[in-house]
């Protein structure tokens, strides 16, 4: 059965938009197991309170199944991942802003313990490193708030219900994290004089004059590229837009109230452009998905979040990264926008975002990550073995596809004669370094499928990420019948002037032009303005 086939029946036009949208976000969610999940990282052989509530490790979709010792090491597997130099194939559908908005949305949830110096032997990462996760499980806009009160605290400038910020070059940004000498700004060192809030992964990489561009931000990967940075800044931005609006609105609030209900209102703006922005963009779909909290109400699959070990690893699109971006102009190196913002300063946030849009992604799958992934993609393949995943056909089978006999079935066919023909390249390579389909690694499976007609992802990972971005996103306690179902309530939690807000937002860009009044017609988007549905 092919992805497509998931949304098939549906019944067309006649049961009008929201009702297809309830339908087939049941349908999709309906496609595996959903929470409680009985297993997690902690322990594999057996169900346990501890491995039910221990939500420092990540919960399992399927119980752990020791992997085979001979199965090829993640160093052989790497040439299946590397794209030849300068020949990464474009992805049709997207541009860059998706990637972008799709690393920024992640990394607030789907978070593997790491550490810039670990703790263990040496200084390296433990096993037991790669079964454990800091996130708090939510969509909360943790990367622009924080994971923690502590964090949220010291990002907050405690007047007007406003978030801290400086202003470079006449446009708002967030405060430095360090001077230009590297030191960190003394606003977020505690008594014991560490940071209160997250340090950039990856700190020990960055250059010099990268390090000084680097902001105090939620998550300790929003440094990570320009193209993730620029994302946070538009909500920090919007954040205080509506603080500000809001305490026009309400003189007499002080800045902790002013400040919560910001952070209501931007919190479900996020889950909003999630869904009618992001999940659409992923989408096979010939019609759209809508946000309609009340579907989730009295849905059996209405369970708090917890994220599991295989939603972190297929979300791992590093493919979809292109080795270079033509940015005013000039060709710039991927490498060259990790942990340095410079571009995002000297370009603005709204020639960022047009930057970003006009740059194709990468088509994802194997044989297209650029060079510098080679280290991450090990690393993906090491923590699939080091948390006993089960194989990719395991998978295909728990989310009613059938399994595959062959490693032509897991590539596909093409009508293109080079399509063709590099796919059976593949099959083959598969074929000599596992032997048997049934041993293929779930996550090597996930970038071997071609991808979908009409979706920048391949089947398998479609189904998984729609099963749950629908389950996770839309179950927020912000949209419970309770506050959103309450017209009452609704209003204390968000004010008249933030439900109007809300109502308005559908994608980034009605945000940015929110907060940059003269972006005219610039096209922002994730989907390339030349892609048509076939």
């Not at 221990?54 to 597997?77: G, I, N």
């Not at 920090?236 to 910001?262: C, M, S, Y």
Request: aromatic share 10%; glycine share 8%; with cysteine.
């Amino acid at each position: 059965m092919a992805f497509s086939d998931i949304l098939a029946g549906i019944g067309g036009f006649l049961l009008g938009k929201a009702k297809m949208s309830e339908i087939a976000t049941n349908r999709l969610i309906g496609r595996g197991r959903t929470r409680p999940h009985p297993w997690s990282t902690r322990f594999d052989d057996y169900v346990c309170w501890s491995g039910l509530t221990d939500r420092s490790y990540f919960a399992r979709l399927l119980p752990a199944v020791s992997a085979k010792p001979t199965l090829p090491s993640p160093a052989a597997l790497w040439p299946l991942f590397a794209a030849k130099p300068g020949q990464q194939v474009e992805c049709p559908k997207s541009t860059c802003l998706f990637h972008a908005f799709a690393q920024y949305l992640t990394d607030g949830f789907l978070r593997t313990r790491q550490f810039n110096t670990p703790p263990g032997p040496g200084g390296r990462a433990q096993p037991e490193d790669r079964k454990r996760t800091t996130s708090n499980h939510e969509i909360d806009l943790s990367t622009l708030y924080g994971r923690t009160e502590d964090q949220t605290l010291a990002l907050r400038s405690m007047s007007g219900g406003k978030l801290l910020s400086q202003t470079i070059n006449g446009e708002e940004f967030p405060l430095f994290l360090y001077d230009s000498i590297g030191r960190p700004d003394p606003k977020f060192l505690g008594p014991d004089g560490f940071l209160t809030i997250d340090e950039p992964l990856g700190i020990n990489t960055a250059t010099p004059a990268g390090l000084s561009t680097l902001f105090a931000v939620g998550g300790d990967r929003v440094n990570s590229s320009v193209h993730v940075c620029a994302i946070n800044t538009l909500f920090l931005r919007e954040h205080n837009r509506v603080a500000g609006e809001l305490a026009k609105k309400h003189p007499t609030w002080n800045d902790e109230r002013l400040f919560q209900i910001a952070r209501n209102i931007l919190i479900v703006m996020f889950i909003q452009i999630v869904v009618l922005e992001y999940v659409n963009h992923i989408s096979s779909a010939p019609f759209r998905f809508l946000v309609d909290p009340t579907m989730v109400w009295k849905a059996d699959w209405n369970r708090p979040n917890w994220m599991t070990i295989e939603f972190t690893l297929l979300y791992r699109w590093h493919s979809l990264v292109q080795e270079t971006m033509v940015w005013g102009g000039k060709t710039e190196k991927a490498p060259d926008m990790l942990l340095n913002n410079e571009l995002l300063l000297t370009s603005g946030l709204a020639g960022t975002f047009v930057e970003l849009s006009a740059n194709h992604a990468a088509r994802m799958g194997l044989g297209n990550f650029a060079f510098f992934f080679a280290d991450a993609e090990q690393k993906g393949i090491q923590q699939g073995r080091d948390n006993n995943l089960q194989s990719y056909n395991a998978y295909r089978n728990a989310m009613g596809f059938s399994r595959a006999k062959s490693f032509t079935d897991v590539v596909g066919k093409s009508k293109d004669p080079t399509e063709q023909a590099r796919r059976a390249a593949l099959a083959a390579q598969l074929q000599q370094l596992y032997g048997n389909v049934d041993d293929l690694d779930f996550y090597v499976g996930l970038f071997a499928e071609p991808c979908e007609a009409n979706s920048p992802l391949p089947e398998l990972a479609l189904a998984m990420v729609a099963m749950d971005a629908f389950s996770q996103a839309l179950p927020n306690p912000l949209l419970s019948e309770h506050i959103w179902g309450d017209e009452t309530v609704k209003e204390l939690t968000f004010t008249r002037e933030g439900i109007d807000l809300l109502a308005e937002t559908n994608c980034l860009r009605d945000v940015l032009a929110r907060v940059m009044p003269n972006l005219g017609n610039a096209f922002i988007g994730m989907t390339r303005p030349d892609w048509k549905h076939g």
